[in-house]
């Protein structure tokens, strides 16, 4: 009995993130973020993929996973900060349930943290695709940090994923950190071509920071060519 009760809350939650993202998600992306694309859209086609974004807003996810086929959905794990997103029943089930993070314990009573590395090597051995954000926490709008090493140790714990860096641009305005009311607002996103550790290497790292510099110029120089 309690599998079969268990079996129905999954598909449940399954159902409802399914609604989520296509009743309010996209309409959402659609009408009151204005999406202007600066390069073809690269992002995975099925599962054990990392899209790695700039971090600026908790939109950015929606964003990402909102640009993905439906069929995927299941399939898309959001890395995040479990500290964050389990703070109260209520965010815990939206954040697991209907989001889908991997939540990662940073901070734990004892001491000792969750090894982030073996928590996402894990999700893509299962065909995963992961939102990592290498920054590791939102910025202020519109300014990126710098990328953080925690990347290139997961890109070499896989060297055979494949990896698909984004430049979201205007959505920390849109919402930015620590204010929950939207404000209509352009957004830009460009998309780099897809590359694994496999392909660098040693040069993995600044390859990767590389194409993140090149993604932030073709938004603020714009050039429509490809189309």
């Known amino acids: 009995m309690n599998t079969?009760?268990?079996?129905?809350?999954?598909?449940?939650?399954?159902?409802?993130?399914?609604?989520?993202?296509i009743v309010i998600v996209r309409p959402l992306v659609k009408i009151v973020i204005g999406l202007r694309y600066h390069s073809p859209i690269n992002l995975p086609k099925n599962g054990?993929?990392?899209?790695?974004?700039?971090?600026?807003?908790?939109l950015d996810t929606m964003v990402l996973i909102s640009m993905m086929p439906l069929r995927l959905l299941s399939k898309i794990q959001p890395v995040a900060a479990a500290d964050y997103f389990t703070k109260n029943r209520w965010v815990k089930w939206f954040a697991l349930k209907?989001?889908?993070?991997?939540?990662?314990?940073?901070?734990?009573?004892?001491?000792?943290s969750d090894n982030p590395i073996e928590l996402c090597k894990e999700a893509l051995e299962h065909g995963k695709i992961l939102i990592f954000f290498p920054e590791g926490s939102r910025g202020e709008p519109e300014k990126m940090s710098e990328l953080?090493?925690?990347?290139?140790?997961?890109?070499?714990?896989c060297p055979e994923v494949s990896i698909y860096p984004v430049y979201l641009h205007g959505l920390g305005k849109v919402m930015p950190k620590g204010d929950a009311v939207l404000v209509p607002?352009?957004?830009?996103?460009?998309?780099?071509?897809?590359?694994s550790f496999q392909q660098y290497q040693a040069d993995f790292f600044e390859v990767l920071k590389a194409s993140f510099e090149q993604m932030h110029d073709s938004i603020k120089y714009p050039d429509w060519g490809y189309e």
């Open 48 to 58: 054990k993929a990392i899209v790695v974004a700039n971090h600026n807003s908790h």
């Open 185 to 195: 607002f352009f957004c830009d996103i460009a998309f780099s071509e897809p590359m």
């Open 148 to 157: 953080k090493y925690g990347i290139t140790k997961l890109a070499k714990e």
């Open 98 to 112: 209907i989001i889908g993070i991997l939540p990662i314990v940073r901070n734990k009573m004892d001491g000792k």
């Open 4 to 21: 079969l009760k268990q079996n129905i809350l999954k598909a449940s939650n399954t159902v409802l993130r399914f609604l989520f993202f």
